[in-house]
């Protein structure tokens, strides 16, 4: 079984492929986290998340853990070190436009 997040998840994808979806909407690192934690961290929080509750019961870490680590990334680009690095990989990453 795989997980089912609520509405809204087909709008932004998982971390593994979020670089693919930056390039080709030309959003920002920062608008993609912003995006990710403000649609699903409510969602998780009021419980639901997944569709039913043996997907909440396998997969809510994982969705955890995933939201966690957005919200990370968004407060590490507060971090002038952080903005710097990411400008010297990609200024694209910090500086493209809200899609």
Known sequence: MTPIATQGAADHPGGVLAHRYLAETGTSLRWLARKIVREQQGRLEQGFYFHDRDAAALYSGWAVASLTL????????????VDDLV???D???????AG
């Not at 200024?91 to 436009?97: G, K, Y």
């Open 87 to 89: 400008r010297a990989v």
């Open 91 to 97: 200024p694209t990453l910090v500086d493209q436009a």
């Open 70 to 81: 957005w919200g990370c990334i968004l407060e590490s680009l507060d971090d002038p070190i």
